[in-house]
């Protein structure tokens, strides 16, 4: 969930409202329970004969369109409508998807060749062709898109020119010396600008997706924003899109493997309030319910209960140009230390989750085959509140700023309002400062978080890839995910020179004396490391929930 995945996210990105996708256990990655009793609670019955599926959804996702979605919701809706090159599978293995087959690899690890599958097509009957990757990759680095996720597509050779140029023409004519070319109709050339180990994986991740250029360049500015404004070529096709309040999707009969798609339907209601949810469970009204605390408790060792350990952190942001006072360091260490991360799992949201200790969350590898956070050890500041107090005092002298009336933006979920009200709480008690609560639906959340039109914000960040640079390089100086404003010299030349870095020892250790950075000037405040429980129709088999990235994976869902 940057999976943006800001999560939801989604997570969600994602989730709790959705991330901006802890543990990369596979046997977490498939909902497909074993065989065994039913649940007393009165969970929903199926038959072999069902192909509709109902779920509950935390988070009506922002705009469905491939080059600027940014969040863990968007990302799980795209991914069930259109589809890349490949697909990952649930040991999040790529597979070919719209490719052919695997990648043939120059030796240098720099071009990457694919075929394309012959005969392929759009939902709505259009022929897809190898020039849709083109022009998507084209699109989104384009500056005056605006994508969030450009700087990972601009990965290609003259990304970063295209990314950097002033007009029209400039921008046109970086495009045309990009690295991507459609040698056929169904043969894509990609040339990196710098090898990337874990790129054939990448090029499952969304803003890698093809896009067709008539249908997007007739809406402008309004593509994604609704079910006629949206189209792909994945195993569903977006019918209905009530904002705010249904997503449905049905079978995509022109899909290339629509003969392995065994739903015909799937309905996402958006339901904010686990107990809302938990309620249509019990009583057939849905397939898959968040639940959370004593709730799991009438599912304890039964099929129905699953527990998502996801890359995915909860964390918060103080915006230093908006609120002067927050671009001295103690400050903000002090309303970092001010905060106990315990009860934030404990008595906020009692779902497995658990505090944080970093930013990268545990289960996420360093490219060298560790655990990252295993080898760095903890880095973030315990809970102080003596020492907090201090602080706030140290700080306010040394940089001269009063604080402001201050508030605090965060999701409109049930868990999402509770949070905040939690965290006004330990701020009030210690540091004796007063902030207001301002929740909000998940998408002017994002907004706003996006916009930097807020003073504090209450987020998620949902991996990727399995990889430290996809947390790490969201706070280079002047990045689309760096809201805070934060900068450092030094900061930025490790995480660029990691991003070159061929020697995978050297670069997991510039990556961990990076994430010491952050936390040495408290650039961001984590609060805990996300798990999600759900209750799943125990006959719903083969729903892949995927520690990063969507919060989950329909194609090959199906009941038994």
């Known amino acids: 969930m940057k999976t943006r995945k800001i999560v939801s996210s989604i997570l969600t990105l994602t989730l709790l409202g959705a991330s901006l996708v802890a543990c990369g256990d596979k046997n977490n990655n498939a909902s497909s329970p074993s065989a065994g009793a039913s649940s007393t609670a009165s969970a929903p019955s199926s038959s072999s004969s069902k192909t509709e599926l109902v779920m509950n959804y935390r988070a009506d996702p922002p705009a469905l369109d491939v080059s600027i979605a940014e969040s863990a919701a968007s990302f799980t809706i795209l991914g069930a409508i259109s589809e890349g090159l490949y697909r990952l599978d649930k040991d999040l293995q790529p597979?070919?998807?719209?490719?052919?087959?695997?990648?043939?690899?120059?030796?240098?690890?720099l071009v990457y060749t694919i075929k394309l599958k012959s005969g392929l097509t759009w939902a709505n009957g259009d022929p897809l062709t190898?020039?849709?990757?083109?022009?998507?990759?084209?699109?989104?680095?384009?500056?005056?898109?605006?994508?969030?996720?450009?700087?990972?597509?601009?990965?290609?050779?003259?990304?970063?020119?295209?990314?950097?140029?002033?007009?029209?023409?400039?921008?046109?004519?970086?495009?045309?010396?990009?690295?991507?070319?459609?040698?056929?109709?169904?043969?894509?050339?990609?040339?990196?600008?710098?090898?990337?180990?874990?790129?054939?994986?990448?090029?499952?991740?969304?803003?890698?997706?093809?896009?067709?250029?008539?249908?997007?360049?007739?809406?402008?500015?309004?593509?994604?924003?609704?079910?006629?404004?949206?189209?792909?070529?994945?195993?569903?096709?977006?019918?209905?899109?009530d904002h705010e309040q249904q997503l449905v999707l049905e079978k995509n009969d022109k899909?290339?493997?629509?003969?392995?798609?065994?739903?015909?339907?799937?309905?996402?209601?958006?339901?904010?309030?686990?107990?809302?949810?938990?309620?249509l469970y019990e009583t057939g009204g849905t397939d898959y319910a968040d639940v959370k605390g004593d709730q799991m408790i009438a599912y304890k060792d039964k099929p129905d209960l699953q527990m998502k350990k996801?890359?995915?952190?909860?964390?918060?942001?103080?915006?230093?140009?908006?609120?002067?006072?927050?671009?001295?360091?103690?400050?903000?260490?002090?309303?970092?230390?001010?905060?106990?991360?315990?009860?934030?799992?404990?008595?906020?949201?009692k779902n497995g989750s658990v505090p944080s200790t970093g930013f990268v969350p545990a289960g996420n590898q360093?490219?060298?085959?560790?655990?990252?956070?295993?080898?760095?050890?903890?880095?973030?500041?315990?809970?102080?509140?003596?020492?907090?107090?201090?602080?706030?005092?140290?700080?306010?002298?040394?940089?001269?700023?009063?604080?402001?009336?201050?508030?605090?933006?965060?999701?409109?979920?049930?868990?999402?309002?509770?949070?905040?009200?939690?965290?006004?709480?330990?701020?009030?008690?210690?540091?004796?400062?007063?902030?207001?609560?301002?929740?909000?639906?998940?998408?002017?959340?994002?907004?706003?978080?996006?916009?930097?039109?807020?003073?504090?914000?209450?987020?998620?960040?949902?991996?990727?890839?399995?990889?430290?640079?996809?947390?790490?390089?969201?706070?280079?100086?002047?990045g689309p995910f760096n809201t805070q404003d934060w900068s450092n010299a030094e900061y930025d030349k490790l995480i660029k020179a990691a991003q070159l870095e061929t020697d995978n020892a050297k670069r997991a250790d510039e990556m961990a004396q990076a994430e010491k950075i952050l936390f040495s000037e408290a650039a961001v405040t984590p609060l805990y490391f996300r798990s999600s429980p759900f209750v799943i129709n125990p006959k719903l088999k083969d729903l892949i929930l995927p520690p990063y990235g969507p919060d989950f994976e329909l194609k090959w869902a199906h009941f038994e």
């Not at 916009?451 to 949902?462: A, F």
């Open 310 to 349: 996801e890359l995915v952190t909860g964390y918060l942001n103080f915006q230093a140009t908006k609120v002067p006072a927050f671009a001295n360091v103690k400050v903000r260490e002090a309303f970092t230390m001010a905060i106990d991360r315990a009860g934030v799992t404990n008595l906020v949201l």
């Open 255 to 279: 899909y290339w493997d629509a003969a392995n798609v065994k739903l015909t339907k799937v309905t996402l209601n958006i339901v904010k309030d686990t107990a809302t949810g938990l309620n």
């Open 366 to 478: 360093d490219g060298n085959g560790k655990d990252f956070r295993t080898v760095v050890g903890d880095t973030e500041a315990p809970f102080d509140a003596a020492k907090a107090k201090e602080l706030l005092a140290e700080g306010l002298k040394e940089s001269g700023a009063t604080l402001p009336k201050l508030s605090i933006i965060g999701d409109d979920t049930e868990t999402g309002k509770k949070l905040l009200e939690y965290l006004v709480s330990q701020w009030k008690t210690n540091l004796g400062v007063d902030v207001t609560t301002e929740p909000l639906p998940h998408a002017n959340r994002l907004d706003r978080e996006l916009s930097k039109n807020y003073q504090i914000v209450s987020t998620l960040w949902g991996a990727d890839y399995n990889d430290p640079m996809t947390w790490l390089d969201m706070f280079l100086t002047g």
């Open 95 to 109: 597979q070919p998807a719209l490719a052919d087959g695997m990648p043939t690899i120059s030796a240098d690890g």
């Open 130 to 241: 190898a020039n849709d990757f083109v022009y998507s990759f084209k699109r989104t680095v384009d500056p005056r898109t605006k994508a969030t996720y450009a700087f990972m597509v601009a990965w290609i050779k003259g990304g970063n020119d295209v990314l950097a140029a002033k007009d029209d023409a400039a921008i046109k004519a970086a495009q045309d010396k990009m690295g991507v070319v459609a040698k056929d109709d169904t043969t894509l050339e990609i040339t990196l600008d710098h090898p990337v180990p874990f790129f054939t994986s990448q090029l499952a991740f969304l803003n890698f997706y093809p896009q067709n250029e008539k249908f997007v360049s007739a809406l402008g500015d309004k593509s994604g924003a609704d079910a006629d404004k949206v189209l792909g070529a994945g195993p569903f096709k977006l019918t209905k899109w």
